[in-house]
């Protein structure tokens, strides 16, 4: 995502301190859901954010080409996906790691074996 907002101009990384997080993925949204206004971009910080509306204002003045929005939104697509994808992950350790601890003869980290 990094990589298509700077071929957009887009300075995002530069004012928020994630782009993943709350504000930065706020703002991707917007801009792949066809928002374009850097006042309504902007609009999307979070109050936590040490940015002023109008550093980031500035920082989301850019170029919109149409290849590099279809790069954001791939870029987004596949973000979530890796994100579904560990959510799963996460899911199915929990569901299993009581089960497989409770089968374990013994409690050390690093069993050694016979030989």
Not at 4 to 28: F, P
Not at 29 to 44: N, T
Not at 61 to 90: P, W
Request: glycine residues 6%; contains cysteine.
């Amino acid at each position: 995502m990094q990589k298509a907002l700077m071929e957009m101009n887009l300075q995002l990384y530069h004012v928020v301190s994630d782009i993943t997080g709350a504000a930065g993925m706020r703002i991707i949204r917007a801009i792949v859901a066809g928002e374009r206004d850097p006042d309504v971009l902007a609009s999307f910080r979070d109050v936590r954010c040490h940015a002023s509306v109008e550093t980031i204002r500035a920082a989301l003045v850019g170029n919109d080409r149409d290849e590099h929005i279809f790069a954001l939104t791939q870029s987004l697509a596949l973000y979530d996906t890796y994100q579904a994808k560990m959510a799963d992950c996460d899911g199915s350790w929990r569901q299993r790691s009581p089960r497989s601890l409770s089968r374990r003869q013994d409690p050390s980290p690093l069993s050694r074996r016979p030989g």
